[in-house]
């Protein structure tokens, strides 16, 4: 019986412990911030949670949020990739000097997306240039 209530006592699923915590505080009428300790949340961060959940007092608050599909990135055979492993290798250029190199080869680039293909490729950032040398 005992690890029974455990399960419910120690939720490990974040959806579960939401609800654990909100029973607690609206149904037990355990006070607000025995709650929150109780079930590891910040007395902010609870008071937060209450606030939020008497704005959509539906079932459905306490679902698994759904997951964010990652962005995409460029795919292996893209020329892009290619270039800008070229341009880093080649130049030791910083990421806004490729951006601006693949532009004048007509390849449309942004900042993030080459620095995300030079960290999978397993480039290092650079160090910070003296700015005679920057871009």
């Given at each position: 019986?005992?690890?029974f209530s455990n399960f419910f006592q120690s939720p490990t699923h974040q959806a579960h412990r939401r609800y654990e915590a909100l029973r607690a505080y609206y149904v037990d009428g355990v006070p607000g911030k025995q709650a929150a300790e109780?079930?590891?949340y910040a007395?902010?961060?609870f008071k937060n949670l209450c606030h939020a959940f008497r704005k959509n007092p539906t079932e459905s608050f306490f679902w698994p949020s759904p997951k964010k599909p990652l962005r995409p990135t460029a795919k292996p055979e893209?020329?892009?990739r290619a270039r800008v492993i070229a341009l880093r290798q080649t130049y030791n250029a910083s990421i806004y000097q490729i951006v601006d190199l693949l532009a004048e080869e007509g390849l449309t680039s942004s900042a993030p997306?080459?620095?995300r293909i030079?960290?999978?490729a397993g480039f290092e950032p650079l160090s910070r240039r003296?700015?005679?040398q920057r871009s």
């Open positions: 019986m005992t690890s109780r079930f590891g007395y902010g961060s893209d020329p892009r997306l080459v620095d030079l960290k999978e003296p700015p005679d």
